[in-house]
């Protein structure tokens, strides 16, 4: 055995000299993969689960890491030092602390790697992490950095990368099959070399065999893109019904319609340029804005049944987006074009030019979306950094850049009484929501690109309530949770449900399927 790791030694040792990465700014952390990711564990046994950065190279001096899990189905036993030394770990019901320092430099390194342990038979749970803080040393000096991390899934499995032979470890056996297998060897059956290209090259090479003989050994494995230790996951569990019906844009296609079961279609006669789609009450007829054909820019609004029948115009060919239906169904709410005037109707319209509101103003507000509150009398929207107009005909004071809430409640037919709801925040706010139970309204903020929540009540600090990377391209607010659109970095986004702040997150729609714009029917 000695002259076989002497052997695996010496022919690999031309494995260590590996070209030089250069130096790339900024950075993202993640799970496993920079996408939407499964991860594999192995359900009888410990598994590790990489968390890996990508351009990133600096000393870190200091970082924190924050990993959110359902504990009924797994739990983490320590860290194994990758790229960076863990000085500190803490844990509880739901929460995995990590504190750590080093140097890391690549397009793709292991910061560190969790050891995990699946603890029940549920397959498909998904977990996430956010780095609470990442303090980085240069040539610049110091620097404080924030990031997310994408999300993976806790798929279930049967076989480690690392462990050719199968015997659920990963030792020197393991090396000599794999460096046999580079020098030309003959592998007998049973051996499955699929696991042994651990350092992702699309072959089994010696480098391959040294990185199995340190793992075996106990040193430790920081080198760029190595998956050794990781579970290879089997099929992981598809998508889960959302509970109630929800509509929602398709990239490439059109507005679609989701069942409480899970069951999703095309609506007849909507095309790929139509988007933000509203649904009603009763399921029955879908508020949104229209193309009129595929190589128009312009969009009215429009009206069609979730059948796909009696479709109509209810504005003039303009820009109007972003529509909301009032909780009885009568009244719509909208924009013209992108942070343009807001504007009301009625479901009734038949192509006129709409009204500004406030109700009976000539003087408009100026919006990035707006939405009704669950009993009609109220609305949030944000001033995405315009003001109202003043002049001789408009008297209604300034606004400055906020999230608003206007309250209608005394009359329909009189200017509202204005609350600005978050002051605290500098840069442009975009589609405000209204919770099930009215107390509360959900916004995104843009730069940051997490949903935040305040009271509707006004005066008090708005809290995140959601932490993922990507992209939020739209949410709704309903009994179920919030259900979102996001994009982890593939471009193609899809649709989750997130029940309550810090509960597992649900997958509604698909991997990569392209759904945005996310509407719950408008129950009040």
């Not at 929460?95 to 793709?108: F, I, K, Q, R």
């Not at 580079?182 to 090259?201: E, F, H, K, Q, T």
Request: proline share 7%; charged share 15%.
């Amino acid at each position: 055995m000695k002259r076989t790791l002497l052997a695996i030694t010496l022919l690999c040792a031309a494995a260590l000299a590996l070209p030089g990465r250069a130096r790339a700014q900024g950075y993202t952390v993640y799970f496993g993969e920079p996408a939407d990711t499964a991860l594999g564990l192995i359900p009888s046994g410990e598994t590790r689960i990489p968390v890996r950065a990508s351009y990133l190279c600096s000393t870190v001096k200091a970082s924190g890491f924050t990993i959110r899990y359902d504990s009924t189905v797994v739990t983490f036993a320590g860290v194994v030092p990758g790229g960076l030394t863990p000085v500190g770990t803490s844990a509880r019901a739901g929460l995995y602390s990590v504190s750590d320092t080093g140097t890391v430099c690549g397009s793709d390194v292991v910061l560190f790697s969790l050891r995990a342990v699946l603890k029940a038979s549920t397959n498909g749970a998904f977990i996430w992490t956010s780095v609470d803080s990442l303090t980085l040393s240069n040539y610049t000096g110091d620097q404080a950095l924030t990031e997310r991390t994408t999300i993976g899934q806790l798929c279930h499995a049967t076989r480690l990368f690392g462990d050719i032979d199968g015997d659920g470890s990963i030792d020197s056996r393991d090396a000599l099959i794999a460096l046999s297998a580079a020098v030309g060897l003959p592998i007998p059956n049973g051996y499955n070399l699929v696991l042994g290209d651990v350092d992702r090259s699309g072959t089994v090479n010696s480098r391959d065999a040294l990185l199995m003989l340190s793992w075996a050994i106990g040193l430790p494995i920081t080198n760029v893109n190595v998956q050794l230790g990781e579970a290879a996951p089997d099929a992981c569990p598809g998508t889960s019904p959302p509970g109630e019906f929800v509509v929602f844009k398709r990239n490439g296609s059109g507005i679609w319609l989701l069942t409480p079961t899970g069951t999703a279609s095309l609506i007849g006669g909507t095309v790929p340029g139509d988007s933000a789609p509203r649904l009603s009450p009763d399921s029955v007829t879908v508020l949104y804005a229209c193309q009129d054909s595929a190589y128009s820019y312009y969009q009215r609004l429009c009206v069609i049944g979730t059948n796909g029948a009696g479709r109509r115009h209810l504005t003039p060919a303009s820009y109007y987006t972003l529509p909301d239906l009032s909780p009885n169904r009568t009244r719509t709410l909208f924009q013209y074009g992108s942070g343009g005037a807001l504007y009301w109707g009625t479901m009734s319209d038949t192509g006129a030019t709409p009204a500004y509101y406030p109700p009976g103003s000539t003087c408009p507000l100026y919006a990035y979306g707006a939405s009704w509150s669950r009993d009609g009398s109220r609305i949030a929207y944000t001033s995405g950094g315009f003001n109202l107009l003043v002049n001789s005909v408009c008297t209604t004071p300034a606004q400055a850049r906020g999230l608003w809430k206007a309250d209608t409640s005394t009359t329909p037919t009189l200017p509202p009484t204005f609350v600005q709801l978050d002051t605290a925040y500098t840069a442009y706010y975009v589609s405000p929501r209204w919770s099930p139970k009215g107390d509360s309204v959900a916004y995104v903020r843009g730069a940051d690109n997490r949903i935040w929540v305040v009271s509707s009540a006004g005066g008090s600090a708005a809290v995140p309530y959601t932490n993922f990377a990507g992209t939020i391209s739209g949410f709704d607010w309903g009994p179920q949770g919030l259900l979102f659109s996001l994009d982890t970095g593939n471009h193609h986004p899809s649709l989750w449900l997130l029940p309550s702040q810090n509960a597992p997150i649900v997958r509604i729609t698909g991997p990569a399927t392209g759904d945005w714009q996310p509407s719950f029917r408008r129950n009040p």
